[in-house]
């Protein structure tokens, strides 16, 4: 079983940075693609970021590119989306997602495994 817990939201002004972490335990982390999703009230859970098991390869939504970033530290567990000048449509509750496979992917079905989320809240 694959454990994964999120942190590092919290309520930020609009321009401000955030940086989110997803700690992951119970298997070999490096087996595994990552992503960030994120939903806001009311809507869909969307694609953020994904990311390969060795960090080479990256995907970002168009509503994001430029301003966060995706990485992952295999040596420690982790996987981390840098988050720079933060909008209100930011806000949203962060998830973190991990995929039986090697390869990313932008798809949300494909992902095995999730985190509780963290909350991200950007005021204007």
């Known amino acids: 079983q694959v454990q994964l817990v999120e942190s590092g939201g919290g309520l930020v002004q609009a321009g401000d940075s955030l940086r989110l972490s997803c700690a992951v335990s119970?298997?070999?982390?490096?087996?595994?693609?990552m992503a960030w999703f994120r939903q806001a009230p009311g809507k869909e859970r969307d694609f953020v970021a994904t990311i390969g098991w060795n960090g080479i390869e990256t995907r970002h939504a168009n509503s994001v590119r430029g301003r966060f970033t995706i990485s992952r530290d295999n040596a420690k567990n982790t996987l981390y989306l840098r988050m720079n000048n933060l909008k209100p449509e930011d806000t949203a509750v962060y998830y973190c997602a991990a995929r039986v496979s090697r390869a990313a992917s932008v798809n949300r079905d494909e992902y095995d495994y999730w985190g509780q989320g963290t909350q991200v809240t950007v005021s204007s």
């Open positions: 119970g298997r070999t982390f490096n087996n595994y693609a």
